[in-house]
């Protein structure tokens, strides 16, 4: 069975003296949720480095409830490659996992943009996740211009490719499939989009390894994801969650995506 999961990817956003006010009203709106037995669901937050622990503190403290019931925990956005040493302003996996984050998105759009990440970069900031048993989630994405020249398979397979080339065995990743037009522009990728390229990258890992790899993996939607279009992607037989970027902000609008995942 494939878990659900739907992750909220706050990014540069708020501060650790709003992080209570936040969990309050997100807990309290889907306190009286559960899952349905046989559905595995991971809520995650991946939150800015510095709101880590008082994240963490918070859900623990007061909300340990709903964190078991619903799978919460808290996740990294980025994470070093390297072990340790001179790397200033770097965040290490052993760093996160010495806080007990098990979890960190690795390789988004906006990293590879702004901060020069390769697929390369990429590939080893997953190596180094899972040699410290984190669970990536790695992004992989076309921007609008591969698109419009058909070359959105194309370019996720080169994606793919960076990474199957450091992975001898497939492992827990999780891939998000992040179309770079679609993030923060209020235009998501059309339902049928988004399957038609889920069901290649689950192909792709499938050629690649086997079957049951390409099974097993969760592949998730983002891109202006919101309340109302979440029934839609999470029916699709191979849309296995979301990752929530600016609708992950309220905890209205991400109550509500989380409560109709568990109901879709
Ligand atoms: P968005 O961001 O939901 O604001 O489009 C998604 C993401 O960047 O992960």
Not at 40 to 66: C, G, N
Not at 105 to 124: K, L, M, P
Not at 184 to 195: I, N
Request: overall charge negative.
């Amino acid at each position: 069975m494939r878990s659900i999961v739907v992750a909220a990817n706050w990014k540069m956003n708020k501060k650790a003296s709003e992080v209570p006010a936040f969990f309050e009203e997100f807990c309290t709106r889907i306190q009286h949720h559960s899952v349905r037995p046989h559905m595995s669901l991971e809520v995650i937050f991946a939150v800015p480095a510095p709101l880590i622990e008082a994240a963490q503190r918070v859900m623990s403290d007061q909300y340990r409830d709903q964190m078991r019931k619903l799978g919460m925990s808290i996740a990294a956005q980025n994470l070093s490659e390297h072990e340790q040493g001179a790397y200033t302003g770097e965040v290490s996996a052993s760093m996160l996992t010495d806080l007990q984050v098990r979890c960190s998105i690795i390789g988004h759009s906006e990293r590879r943009q702004h901060y020069g990440e390769t697929d390369h970069h990429v590939a080893q900031k997953t190596v180094r996740a899972l040699e410290h048993k984190m669970h990536p989630i790695v992004c992989v994405g076309e921007s609008l211009e591969h698109r419009e020249n058909g070359q959105t398979e194309s370019v996720i397979a080169r994606q793919l490719e960076a990474l199957f080339d450091v992975m001898p065995e497939w492992q827990r990743v999780t891939i998000a499939y992040e179309p770079v037009w679609a993030i923060g522009t209020g235009v998501s990728a059309s339902v049928d989009q988004a399957q038609t390229v889920h069901g290649f990258i689950r192909d792709q890992i499938a050629r690649r390894y086997d079957r049951a790899a390409g099974e097993r993996t969760s592949i998730i939607y983002g891109g202006s994801v919101k309340p109302a279009s979440i029934g839609g992607l999470i029916c699709q037989k191979d849309i296995d969650g979301v990752l929530v970027g600016g609708a992950s902000l309220q905890p209205s609008d991400f109550a509500a995506i989380v409560e109709n995942t568990i109901q879709s």
